[in-house]
């Protein structure tokens, strides 16, 4: 009695889920995520170098304008994701 | 509550809140462009099975890397020194890989959508309730309890109010995943994985030139400090308090294993992407991230040690988890700290949503759906995905206002949660790679694993036992394990197997071909990239022995 029960509520999932799939057939494009990734590192990174152009002596501990060097590395790092979102865009159309 | 005004650590100005104001902004902007994607359940829970592979990775390994454990494991390099890494290297990585290569073909192929719903399909109704109720109920106790120790840092740093930090974050994080579900997620989870290294980085660099190099470093810490495994002979011959055997059986076989390759809301994200072959590849390409995370939490760690030492530990001195915030405070100028706290909020938040969207899809799938409405549409369930949403962010939210009344109860919850993990994993060990194990065995070895955990923790092996707590936790993880696989081995001989039919796609033997795996070459297989994996792991070893 025990595993009969059993089988039936393992066969009744798994009717469940092909119902679930059987709604979503179609796959379909979604966000490029490389384009925010891209977009708020350059932000981050435009500030921090306007910041170290503005006040090159912030960080009283370490001779060293950091905010100017991060800034830079971050628009780098911006310029990037943003050039991989455009050729995945171009190889589409 | 200690009502007194503390003077905030972090001095911050316009251009920090900018910087945190514009997340913000993205976090909201993100969930509303991916609003119009959610057309069906799947897509809500899953993300129509369409995420890419690398994003899905970077996802995987970012569920995990909460604000708290990174402040948290910082802090404890700071107290035990190297052997943290070992949460990272052995008590991550093989999980990771076991997970990758023998269990996500039988997870993915059997098309469950999610952990418990496995559960269902191999064993049998009752055992998947015990998991998706257990789960159910800690994820959003969890998620509560870390907004309300979040706020407390917010407060220590910022001088931010704890209702403000905890409503803000809150709203925040139900509006985007209210609209974007699991792809909201894990797209915040891969801006944090970025926001987290680029705010985080500078801190090591700069700290190593103002120290004056590694080797500086070196001379001013002690000497066990360095040593991952030399030092773990015996239980007193360490700062951690455990010895080699303690640590890989307890952390690096049965707390990892159980963690990574059953915790559905990091298995989730593998979940979420096209085919067997991607999912398995997710968690490979999360351990190569993974290893490298000591940077940012052991060295900061170490490197705090060595500048600030004696100044944190146990009360009146700060706390532990203040060993990164005291570097921000030192290196970090305006700007860079603004980022530096984007960089933890948006950890937060991000776990925080991956909590929420994994209660979500369990209670939807495994509860609601399989206990509640049986036969409703799939509209309708998706719609149930929202509302739950709804709930989970308000009973985090009550979660972390009962924290805020009862401290101490929320400490003892975290270990009673511990019992639930360990155990679990022997029930899918042998659910995947022993046919014979049957339905009521599975049940009954989990439910007993569960208990002697806590018969052990209460009676007979509790924390006084052991040198340290830490070591009370990995030896009870591993019998509470040996409990489970014994108990539902043993049952197994003594109930009705599952037929051939029932177990298609479930186990090892009856595993449903991949047809698109089989003409791969050689470089895209993910046993591969495995190996490749595991050579990296023994030289990081090798290297801090």
Known sequence: ?93 | MPEKVIQPLFHISTADYIIIGIYFLFVIGIGYFLKKYMKTSLDFFLSGRTIPTWVAGLAFLSANLGALEILGMAGSSYKYGILVAHFYWIGAIPAMLFLAVFMMPFYYGSKARSVPEYLVLRYNEPTRAVNAISFAIMTVLMSGISMYAMALIFQILLGWDLNTSIWLSSIIVLIYITFGGLTSSIYNEVLQFFLIWLGLLPLPFLALKDIGGWNALLKRIPEGFTHLWSVTGTANSNPMGIEYLGVILGLGFVLSFGYWCTDFLVVQRAFSTKNIRASQQVPVLASFYKMFVPILVVLTGLLALALFPGQLGDYPKQPYDMALPLLINKYYPVGLIGLGITALLASFMSGMAGNVTAFTTVWTYDIYEAYINKNATDAHYLWMGRIATVVGVILSIGTAYIAMQYRSIMDFMQTIFGFFNAPLFATFLLGMFWKRTTAWGGFWGLVSGICSAAIMFFWLLPDKVFTSSMAGNFWRAWWAWLVCFTITIVVSLFTKPKTIEELKGLVYGYRVTDEDAKALAWYKKPEVWAILSVIVLIILNIMFW
Do not use: Q
Request: glycine share 6%; with cysteine.
């Open chain 1, 1 to 93: 009695m025990e595993t009969k029960k059993a089988i039936t509520s393992s066969l009744e999932a798994k009717e469940r889920i092909e119902k679930t799939f059987a709604v979503t057939a179609e796959k379909h494009d979604s966000l490029d995520i490389r384009l925010p990734i891209g977009l708020i590192t350059g932000i981050y990174g435009l500030i921090l170098i306007m910041l170290g152009i503005t006040d090159p002596h912030a960080s009283t501990v370490l001779n060293i304008n950091i905010n100017l060097i991060w800034g830079a590395v971050m628009c780098i790092f911006a310029a990037l994701f943003l050039i991989a979102h455009k050729l995945s865009v171009n190889k589409k159309t």
